[in-house]
């Protein structure tokens, strides 16, 4: 029954990093970021990301637990993205910052709580 509850925690955790993914791609056209009126420039680096992470949350969901190493590059890769929304030259839009901010935070408590659950067993 663990098993089972792993799986499905780790499972969860992989959907809401590949939805976080396809969040990211989609923000800008769907909040009007100035971003998306210069042919995305300031915001590559998050899209890349997003492209890595939303494989990532794909393995994750379709694989649980078969390879456990991916919990740590998802949070890594969070960790990233943090990063990378705190050092984006954006013109002081606020939008652009807090979206990446709480995505990564999104991305990075799916998955250390996974990662929690995991070593519960």
């Known amino acids: 029954m663990g098993d089972l509850h792993g799986r499905a925690a780790e499972s969860r955790a992989g959907v809401t990093a590949f939805l976080a993914g396809v969040w990211l791609i989609a923000a800008p056209p769907v909040l009007h970021f100035s971003a998306s009126l210069h042919a995305f420039r300031p915001y590559w680096w ?58 990564s935070g999104l991305i990075a408590l799916s998955a250390g709580l996974a990662l929690l659950v995991g070593l519960r067993r």
Not at 50 to 65: E, N, Q, T
Not at 67 to 91: M, N
């Open 46 to 103: 998050s899209m890349g990301l997003a492209v890595v992470v939303m494989l990532v949350g794909m393995v994750r969901a379709m694989a649980p637990l078969d390879v456990p190493l991916l919990r740590l590059i998802t949070i890594a890769l969070a960790v990233w993205l943090f990063i990378v929304a705190l050092r984006a030259d954006d013109d002081g839009v606020w939008v652009v910052w807090l979206n990446q901010l709480v995505v």
